[in-house]
């Protein structure tokens, strides 16, 4: 699933790499902002993103096919809620 942010962010969920990638305008690589710590069901880790979005205070959410959950993500964090 893809995200845009109202700053003009693109946030990308990449099921086989078990993370999220936030994109700025105009930048030539992502950032991870969520998972990235290999597949699994720890609150570090991603089960295949599936769908992920970003409210007006910068929470990230996003569900997980294969945890069958949705996790929270704050800006700077490394672990989901």
Known sequence: GICM????NLYIAEATNARVTKWAPGSPAG?????GNG???HLSQLGRPRFVCVDP???LY????DNARVTRWAPG???GT
């Open 62 to 65: 996003v569900t997980e096919y």
């Open 5 to 8: 942010d109202k700053e003009g």
């Open 77 to 79: 964090e490394t672990e």
């Open 31 to 35: 950032t991870i902002v969520a998972g």
């Open 39 to 41: 597949e699994g069901p």
């Open 57 to 59: 205070q910068g929470l």
